[in-house]
């Protein structure tokens, strides 16, 4: 329901388990040769990488490119079938419940309990965290404000990703994980959104890996960005880095069609 497996839920606020190396370590992620197949479709094909601390890296790519599978892997909800993933230096999903009170989860789609309203739900996810934001903050700060009493079955579209968002945010994770948190917001709730990544003070050496198809968002708030396409990772830097290799003078959308092409995908 929430997008933590059930059997890791404990009563009470999360117990933070043992770091073996540290609260924030210098490589937040570290990637290797991860590979998973459904069937006869190879929706990750071997990538291998970092995301240093304190960085916001945009994973792109084409609809059905692994961008999912991979952030959900890395979250710890789904399986790869070979290769590692460690998280805050810890192997997911092997030691998961040792760092899921420090990260922070937005899923491309996520059940939410349709009879509780906006405020309630925030609150309720604050006492599970240890370190959390103030429900009511992160409710102005996201402009749902007006609809702090409103029945979750009854926002809109974008009102439900935004509160989406601050669950994501309520318990001041050390690693957010954005699947698309953007994909049905409008300009001014993308603005908010951007403001909160970047604001350095709400986000002190946090580390932030979103997807989106807004090339123009990934180029706005990307450290850096790994391009993705059938599983495999086909260009990795900073998007004005990319864009003087790929394509000068150009954008990032120029680049991500040079590299993905015109065609569209299944
Ligand atoms: N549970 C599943 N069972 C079977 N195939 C799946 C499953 N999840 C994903 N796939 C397939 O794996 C590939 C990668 O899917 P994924 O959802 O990771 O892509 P994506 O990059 O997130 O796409 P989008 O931009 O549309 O969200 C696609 O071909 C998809 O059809
Ligand atoms: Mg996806």
Known sequence: MTGYPTAHFVEGPLAAGPDPVGAQPAVAIRVEKLRKTYGDVEALAGVT????????????????????????????????????????????????????????????????????????????????????????????????????????????????QRLTVALALVGNPHILFLDEPTSELDPQGRRALWDILLDPQKR??????????????????????????????????SPSDLIDQYCPRTTLEDVFLHLTGRRIRD
């Open 49 to 160: 990488f970092e995301v240093r601390a304190g960085e916001i890296f945009g994973v792109l790519g084409p609809n059905g490119a692994g961008k999912t599978t991979l952030i959900e892997i890395l979250e710890g909800l789904r399986l790869a079938e070979s290769g590692a993933a460690a998280v805050l230096g810890v192997d997911v999903p092997k030691h998961l419940d040792s760092i899921r009170d420090r990260i922070g989860i937005a899923m491309q789609k996520m059940a939410l309990p349709p009879l509780l309203t906006v405020q309630e739900t925030v609150r309720l996810y604050a006492v599970i965290y240890p370190d959390s934001q103030r429900p009511d903050e992160l409710i102005r700060s996201l402009g749902l404000e007006e609809k702090r009493h409103t029945l979750i079955r009854h926002l809109s579209g974008g009102q439900l």
């Open 204 to 237: 002190p050496g946090r580390t932030v890996v979103l997807t989106t198809h807004q090339m123009e968002e990934a180029q706005h708030l990307c450290n850096r960005v790994a391009i993705l396409d059938h599983g495999h990772i086909l260009a990795m830097g």
